[in-house]
């Protein structure tokens, strides 16, 4: 893995000795939690992560409900987040945006603890866990992730509920072109878009509107030389407007 030096020498032992706590039986489930949190380009909300980390590489899914089936499914907002706080030994922490009022509540966050946190799982950390998990197979790469997460995402908008894929491209880059452009530099927007502010009421499943957003950004941070990314967009240059999502999904997901 792509090594980061960013952190205190002193907060990466107290981090590794964190990790040592996590049960060995619970290394594979905390690493779903701490992978996508570590290489997500913006703080996921907790429905989002609660439907990311269900979601695997060879699985065969189809809609939520067979999501939902998963091993790894929780049935609610509350105690997925009770499991997130107590397998990251409390590395991950919730946060609360936006004010509470009828009209537009306030949601819940699931993020590091500290922006060091995340250095630190970026460079040695889930190193370390993959470790635990087998010492005779190598851990993958951080470009290896980045893929993984980007075919996770296209399976996702493949699902038979989101029919309306391009009412919600178009809606992406109307709110992306209203937002401030410097703020797009920066790996995390100082508030991660909201579907609800965009969709109003037609407001598409958890994970969705991350998804179909930063499926291209995990390409980008594997393959700099954006050659997969080019490819899926010679194939939807070739495609209709209503069925490019679909093709172009199918294409990456099938080969991750």
């Not at 603890?113 to 005779?136: C, I, K, N, P, Q």
Request: charged share 30%.
């Amino acid at each position: 893995m792509k090594k980061i030096k960013g952190y205190p020498q002193e907060l990466g032992k107290i981090y590794a000795e964190l990790l040592e706590r996590i049960d060995r039986n619970d290394v594979p489930e905390t690493l779903r939690i701490l992978e996508w949190i570590s290489l997500a380009q913006r703080p996921l909300f907790v429905d989002d992560l609660r439907f990311a980390v269900c979601l695997e590489d060879s699985m065969v899914c189809h809609s939520l409900k067979d999501l939902e089936r998963s091993d790894h499914w929780c049935s609610s907002e509350e105690a997925f987040t009770a499991c997130v706080r107590d397998l990251t030994q409390g590395l991950v922490r919730e946060a609360t945006i936006g004010i509470e009022e009828d009209s537009h509540p306030s949601r819940q966050l699931l993020k590091f603890d500290h922006e060091s946190v995340r250095e630190f799982m970026l460079d040695s950390g889930l190193e370390t866990l993959y470790a635990r998990l087998s010492s005779a197979i190598p851990p993958p790469s951080l470009a290896d992730l980045h893929i993984s997460l980007a075919g996770r995402c296209l399976k996702f908008v493949m699902f038979d509920e989101i029919t309306h894929l391009r009412k919600l491209e178009q809606a992406i880059a109307k709110k992306l072109a209203d937002e401030d452009l410097a703020a797009q530099r920066y790996r995390y927007r100082p508030v991660p878009t909201d579907p609800t502010l965009v969709m109003g009421e037609n407001v598409p499943p958890p994970l969705t509107f991350y998804a179909a957003q930063h499926w291209r950004d995990h390409i980008y941070h594997a393959d700099e030389d954006m050659e997969v990314y080019t490819n899926i967009l010679k194939l939807w240059s070739h495609s209709s407007r209503d069925t490019d999502w679909i093709t172009g999904a199918a294409t990456l997901a099938t080969t991750t």
